[in-house]
């Protein structure tokens, strides 16, 4: 795990930690549409939809925290709560 801010370069143009005004590279403009056009369903359901679901899981939100070297972003906490 990086400790003390030290940035180590990965995937190609990110940086790891990585920063919160890179994370919007890792959401992934595709998504919006998706979650914006579930939300009246999720909010029906109280949860969200398989498809939303599903993108975040192939996307690997669920391991925002997770260190890289277990398969997770590694993101700082400003990055991962933004």
Do not use: N
């Not at 056009?37 to 949860?47: I, K, L, N, T, V």
């Not at 996307?59 to 070297?69: D, I, L, M, S």
Request: aromatic share 10%; charged share 25%.
């Amino acid at each position: 795990m990086v400790s003390g801010g030290a940035e180590t370069p990965v995937r190609g143009a990110y940086t790891w930690p990585m920063r919160w005004w890179e994370f919007e590279s890792v959401i992934g403009s595709d998504v919006v549409p998706l979650v914006r056009g579930a939300a009246a369903e999720a909010e029906r359901r109280s949860a969200l939809t398989p498809e939303v679901v599903r993108a975040i899981v192939e996307r690997g939100w669920f391991k925002a925290w997770v260190p890289r070297e277990f398969g997770g972003l590694e993101l700082d906490l400003e990055a991962g709560l933004r």
